[in-house]
């Protein structure tokens, strides 16, 4: 992870999207005081009524809210961070999406790092999806990186013990998204004295890495070179990318006055949206523009000397849905894989 004395984050602006949960600026700060890291402001957007709700009734997400704030602030210790409190209902992501459009420019984030997500079936064959999705666009044009977690179910998306199990093959809204980066998980195996990163798989009821082909949302262009002449695939590949992400043994965070360790592709994905906002600050320093939607560059970087750490080892199979083995190069399980920050950063300057 980046070092939290430079400050390669400077000048950004990350926006975390909660749906419920609320937390607690001591909790935050003792985070940051054990592990050196500036506190910082912490701005709050209310989004169609929605607000903090620490130890209420959606409290149960407390704990979702730390491990973005904390994790955020651990990868991206010198960003601004914001964190945007939005309905958890139908037109939830309309709201959060439209208030972001509408944002003054000073409150416009440069990166949104969202945990919470959905089986796309739910939503892609609404409207609802496609309006959503024009947003989602409208926000990358705006120069907005969006970060998303891939799921916690392994390749079924669905626990279960969910009405919505049906023990198929699903992935996740909104990481289907193409303007979204969707981000799996890995787990750091001991291995000889260090370790071996392999697909965050734990078995049951540990959880598994997210991860697919869309059945709604057409292949981009930019992903058809590292998805290959896979035989009958026609929809978007997930993830893009992976970080750490199993809770064996997990990462630290401080919630309710305690610490405990976290897991999911929900650390995951904050730890990107951290390192985003590296990239996203050394271009500006260097006076280029920021990522916004971040695939078609994101793949760009593994043509030649690749940036990223390629995942051999493991599967997304969980739940009795038979997943996807980890290969050379791109995969559904954790895509081009975990990312070395400081060769990232400087293939996406070059």
Known sequence: ?????????RGERVAILEFGGGFSSVDFSAFCAQYGLPTGDVTEVSVSGAKNDYRGKTGDADVEVALDMDWVRGTAPHADLDLWWAPNTDTGWVDFLNAILDAPDALRPSIVSISWGMPEDGFSTS???????QLFLSCALLGITFVCASGDAGAGDVLPGDPAFDGQRHVDFPSDIPEVTAVGGTKLVPEGGSFVESVWND???GGATGGGFSRFVAVPAWQKAALGARRGVTGRGIPDVAAVASPDPGLSIFVRNKWTAAGGTSVAAPIWSGILAHVNA???AAGRP???AANAALYAAARGTSP???????DNSYAGVSGYEATKGWDPATGLGSASVAS???KLLA
């Open 127 to 133: 409207r609802r999806y496609d309006q959503t999705r």
């Open 203 to 205: 078995g049951p009821d």
């Open 308 to 314: 990223y750490r390629d995942i051999t080892q493991g």
């Open 290 to 292: 920021r990522l916004g």
């Open 282 to 284: 050394a271009r500006a």
């Open 344 to 346: 990232l950063v400087k």
């Open 1 to 9: 992870l980046p070092d939290p004395d430079t400050a390669g984050s």
